[in-house]
Each structure stands twice: as structure tokens, then as C-alpha cells.
């Protein structure tokens, strides 16, 4: 593995790129909001991932994404790429559904003390423990029949994928978001703060014996947490009180939270102030405040670090762009290929502020870092 320059996902995306509000970049292509009707959709809520109306509104995404530069050519297959076997592999399966068309999938998580295997799951998804498998995958695309031309749409997971490859780099990304969850704190709680606290809460809930009282929701999560530093509830009395199944549901602590609300201190007040009338709402990312320290801690982990730092420092600290999956990209792209990435991350941790933009700080795609993988442009050029 080593290092090949410095790049950004804007390099082989250009602006195709889709966040959770379901709002490309490419201004060109209009967003779920404005095209729910024509998507084919009941209303203009923002489906999640997993939904069907997720896969309907990224159907509508790749046809229009096609139609800018080749207005002739139907997409008439799909290739997807992603880090987790349930969340992408379903998600590849409902695109591919939606858009009745053949595909192929690629799930990537490098474990290299493990023989490099690339194993079929069922309705052409494959699981890889090397990212460098993407080269072998595609030959075994092709030879399947996929053509690989401009008929085809190619969607590559952003997250832990693209970037901060999983097994490699994830953990970068990880540690952004906890960051930001403590600066956060630190900021808005000030003497009420207790970073142990924090950690200890966060450590305890994120397990997924707790999805459904977070619904692995990272904005409840947050709140939580905050909560629980600020002394509204100790963690083992919120705990007793999740196993006895007295506390089902994120909406019913923050709705007895607001109960509580005014013993508690003046930061976690503003929290609550802000959050609740969202999760009222709706809104599946409530917690806007956590959400643009997250970008902020993320941000700052994008080509900070010297060219010749070593590896393991580099994975360690940076995001990096992940170099097979950029090679395949631009392999593909040359053949004509519809490219586009697609992020679970709300607008709030992606994007700046308009102040910040005025700092110099850009979109995570158009943010620079370092490329790190091995390179698998002999075998592509092989295919
Ligand atoms: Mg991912």
C-alpha cells in the first residue's frame, strides 16, 4: 500500500453528488423537493436509505444524471459500490429493482490478516476483504456480460467506501463525529461538561443492543449523551430504565426530557430548545449545532498532513481518499460510464456555513487529500 498524490471526490464525481436531503449538487438535476411528483413519490419526504422510495428517487437521479451530457443513452445496468453488506447490499438490490435493470455489487471491508477472499451474497452482490478485489470483481462483471459502457450507471457509497476505506481508514471518520460531539458539549455546556461522561454515555449507547431506543440515529445519540453529562438523567438510571423497557424511543426521552427541561443547565436548555421543535418535525438530523462540528472535525482531518507522513499515520489521522476505488472510477469513467456518489451525512456535516465559505472552507467532495491504496491500473488495463 502507499500513498498517489493528492486528489478529491470531485475528480471523478464532479458535482453527482447526492447527500441524505436527496439534493444533488449538480444544480442541473433537481432535487427530491422539487421532483417528488415526478419521481413518482406520495410526498416530499425524504426517504431513508433503506426504503423503497429511496431506491424510486435514485432512479430518477441516475436517468436525469445520464440525460445531461448523452440524452440518447438509457441506462440499461448498474454497478454499486459500498462498505456494508446489509445497508449497501440492500440498497443495490432496491436500485437495481427500481430501475429493472442487471447489476452487480461490490462490498468492500479490508482485512488483511485474513487470505484475500472474494465471496458471492447472493443476487450479484460480492463481499471483498481487499479493496484491491474491485479489479478482479469487474472481470468478473464483464465476463457475466455487464458492458461497461455508457449505458451503465455506476453508484459508489461515499462514506467508509470512497473515502476512509472501511478496515483501513473508517476509523478517522468515527473519531470526527465523537469530536464533534465534544466540542459541542464543551461549547454549549461549559462548566456542565463532563468529557467522562460523554465518552462513558457514548460508549455504552452506541452499541446496537440500543438501536431501538436510538434508532441509530447519531443526532439522538448526541442529545442523549449531552444530557446525560448535564446531569438530566445518570447513564445506569437511563439504562435500568431502557432494559425494563420503561423507555422505548428516542421521542419519548426528549418528550420527558422536555418536562425536566428547567433544572437543567442554561447550554443544555439551548440544546433542547433547538432540537425538539425539529424532532417535532420530523427531522431525522435534529441536532444541527453536532452536526456542523462534525464537518468542522472532519474537514480538518482532509490533507493536513505532509506527503511523506508515514502510512500508518496517515490512516490513522487523515481521511483519505481510497486509491482502488478511484482508479475503478476513472477506468470507468473513460469508458463512458454515468459515475455518481452518494453520502448518508446531512447536508450540516458535508457542507460550510456561508461564513466558513468565506474562510476557504469547501464541500467535503471538493475538499483535497491524499490517496492512499494499491494500485490495480495493470489489471484493469488488462480487462
Ligand atoms: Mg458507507
Known sequence: MQTFGTTSLHDLFDDLVILRNLTPFDQRVPSLVDAWQAMGLASPRIPRKHEPDYARASVWFVRRARALELPGAAVRELLFIGD???ADGNAFRNLAQAGGWPGWCFIGAEKLSAPASL?????NVSLANRWALLADWLATAKAAGARLDQHTAVVVDMDKTAIAARGRNAAVIDNARVEGLHRTAAGLLGDAFDLARVQAAHNELKE????PFTADNQDYLAYICLAVSAGLIDLPSLVGQIQAGLMRSFEQFIAWADGEIQRAPAGLQQIHRAVYPLVQAGDPTPFKAFRRQEYLCTVERFG??????ALGTLLAEQVCITQEVREMALWLKRRGCLLLTMSDK?????????EQARQGYLPLHRTPTTAVGESIAARLADL
Do not use: I, K, N, S
Open 304 to 309: 493536513r498532513l505532509p506527503e511523506q507522513t
Open 119 to 123: 465471496v458471492a451474497d447472493g443476487d
Open 84 to 86: 456494508t453488506a446489509m
Open 208 to 211: 446496537p443492543v440500543y438501536h
Open 346 to 354: 446531512p447536508d450540516e456535516a458535508t457542507l460550510p456555513t456561508p
